[in-house]
Nanobody, 111 residues
C-alpha cells in the first residue's frame, strides 16, 4: 500500500475539516483503517478506526461525538470528518493499515 492523506489545514475553533486517506494503487475496502494523530510534545494516539468486515467503528473518548470515520466507496477512500474542532485537536494526522502509514497531514486549530 501507499497511503496518502489529504484535507488538513488551518481552521478556527468550532470549525470542521474532512481528512481523506487513499491508496495510490487501489481501494482500501479490504483493510481496517485507523486514524492516528501526533501533537508536539505528546505521544501518538489513536483517534478512530473502521473495520474491514462490517465497517464497525471505534473512537477515542476525546473525539467521540465530534469525529466520524467512514468509507467512501466511490472515491475508494476512508475519510475522517472532524467537527467542533478545538485547539487540542491540533496535530499531524496519519492513516494506517496494518504496517503501512501515510505521510501525515497537518491540522491546526486556532483558538
Amino acid at each position: 500500500l501507499q497511503l496518502v492523506e489529504s484535507g488538513g489545514g488551518l481552521v478556527q475553533a468550532g470549525g470542521s475539516l474532512r481528512l481523506s486517506c487513499g491508496d495510490s494503487g487501489g481501494a482500501l475496502d479490504n483493510y481496517a483503517i485507523g486514524w492516528f494523530r501526533k501533537a508536539p510534545g505528546k505521544e501518538r494516539e489513536g483517534v478512530a478506526c473502521i473495520s474491514s468486515s462490517d465497517n464497525s467503528t471505534w473512537y477515542a473518548d476525546s473525539v467521540k461525538g465530534r469525529f466520524t470515520v467512514a468509507r467512501d466507496y466511490g472515491k475508494k477512500q476512508v475519510f475522517l470528518q472532524m467537527d467542533s474542532l478545538n485547539p487540542e485537536d491540533t496535530a499531524i494526522y496519519y492513516c494506517n493499515a496494518y504496517a503501512w502509514w501515510g505521510q501525515g497531514t497537518q491540522v491546526t486549530v486556532s483558538g
